[in-house]
């Protein structure tokens, strides 16, 4: 019995097939597609209220962090910009959330905010709009995806570390410092991964 020949496509099918298979996805970086179960597919919101996508970081390492301006850990703002300053060369991005559920400690507006870290701590890093980090109804999207393993902010300036492939490597609570050895082996350890 003769071999029935093969099915072509419709040539339009198969040009819309390729093209969908070789499309990069939402929050790709350079055609690269990032995993949905990852930090770097998430879009949030800069502290000036524009769309973010934190996909531009992706392939690179971050540090998150839940800031406020009337904390006893305010002053770690300092030794974030160093941190900013000393690694963004090397691929490290430390990222700036807001967050006034810690005793009221964030009561500023947007401009506020920006005007207080950039006098006081020359901050330079990117900062965010005003987070929810608690779990529950009205958690962000960020801290839904960073507290998932558990580790859940219980105060101010706790710290994430996030891998090149935007999985969470860390966690760090307030009372660590940016320029504690801890932090700064985790980092240095995160950055040397390919």
Request: glycine share 10%; with cysteine; net charge positive.
């Amino acid at each position: 019995m003769p071999r029935p020949a093969p099915r072509r496509l419709v040539p339009w099918l198969a040009a819309a097939l390729l093209l969908a298979l070789s499309a990069p996805r939402d929050g790709a970086e350079g055609g690269k597609p990032v995993p949905s179960e990852s930090f770097y597919a998430l879009k949030t919101t800069t502290l000036e209220g524009q769309p973010a996508d934190l996909g531009q970081y992706a392939g690179q390492v971050a540090l998150v962090v839940n800031v406020a301006s009337e904390c006893g850990y305010t002053p770690q703002y300092q030794g974030l910009q160093a941190l900013h300053e000393e690694l963004q060369a090397a691929g490290l991005r430390v990222l700036g959330f807001p967050s006034n559920e810690f005793g009221g400690q964030e009561p500023g507006t947007p401009a506020q905010i920006r005007a207080f870290c950039e006098r006081k701590y020359k901050v330079a890093f990117p900062l965010f709009a005003k987070q929810k980090t608690q779990p529950g109804p009205g958690q962000s999207p960020v801290y839904a995806f960073l507290t998932r393993g558990g580790q859940v902010p219980d105060w101010n300036f706790c710290k994430y570390l996030v891998g090149r492939d935007g999985r969470v490597i860390a966690f760090f609570p307030s009372r660590v410092k940016p320029e504690s050895k801890e932090l700064r082996e985790a980092i240095a350890a995160a950055l040397a991964a390919r």
